[in-house]
């Protein structure tokens, strides 16, 4: 029986047939392949043997001996703080996943705001996990998990996501409340995909041939619907939530 502290599960190693584990390493490959075509980091986590089978060449840890020991790992990227609220939301988010069907856990993404040790400072990133492969017995083998930088304040704002589905489940006091999703309008969602190219208000404007002021009222339409302050974490947010 293997206990992964930091992911607060149990699972024993025979639940992965022979012939999912002769698969690893094409999963290591596919996770290697996604890491070089995103701007996020992606890890490759296997909560049975608990440890990483891929880490990026350019993360915290990458060039360290024991990188594959997640509880070593963690131990080195993250105040003791920041690992306990970890715990709770990932033993929250694998609980939750019992409540599902097997195709269901692997619709399912959890969002989670953390800040990790980088270069001796502590940097707010947002931190994504997806179900990758099941075992046997429906638990999860392997997720992918991807960081990227912040839109938030703060660390915390659990929230799991399903794909196509119009509502999301947010962490709170222990439990899982649903929430409709946030949407955004034709008009939002084409200010915000002009604004990723650098394009000003003024710009924007006489592309869509609206007035300058139309557009910067849209825009903080936008950053009171999602949160936010500015347009840099508006196209964050949207990118890490897939709203776009």
């Not at 992964?4 to 999912?20: E, K, L, R």
Request: proline content about 2%.
């Amino acid at each position: 029986m293997k206990r992964v502290n930091f992911i607060t599960t149990i699972n024993y190693a025979d639940c992965i047939s022979d012939q999912a584990a002769a698969f690893l390493p094409f999963y290591i490959k596919s996770a290697k392949a996604m890491d070089c075509l995103v701007s996020n980091r992606i890890l490759l986590i296997d909560y049975h043997d608990g440890y990483l089978p891929y880490v990026p060449d350019d993360f915290p840890f990458s060039n360290d001996n024991v990188v594959k020991d997640i509880d070593y790992c963690v131990k080195n990227i993250f105040s003791e703080e920041q690992i306990k609220d970890i715990r709770e939301i990932d033993s929250a988010f694998y609980s939750f996943l019992k409540t599902l069907s097997n195709e269901q856990k692997t619709q399912c993404i959890l969002h989670t705001d953390l800040c990790m040790f980088i270069n001796g400072n502590n940097t707010l990133l947002h931190r994504t996990i997806m179900p990758y492969v099941l075992d046997v017995n429906g638990d999860v083998w392997l997720s992918l998990c991807a960081f990227t930088f912040s839109s938030r304040a703060n660390t915390g704002n659990a929230i799991i996501k399903m794909k196509r589905s119009k509502c999301h489940y947010q962490y709170n006091n222990g439990c899982w409340n649903i929430s409709t999703n946030t949407e955004l309008t034709e008009i939002e969602s084409r200010i915000l995909s002009l604004s990723t190219t650098g394009l000003s208000a003024r710009q924007i404007g006489s592309f869509m041939h609206l007035s300058e002021a139309t557009i910067k009222s849209h825009k903080q339409a936008i950053f009171k619907k999602l949160g936010v302050l500015n347009i840099s974490q508006a196209i964050s947010y949207v990118a890490n939530y897939d709203l776009l």
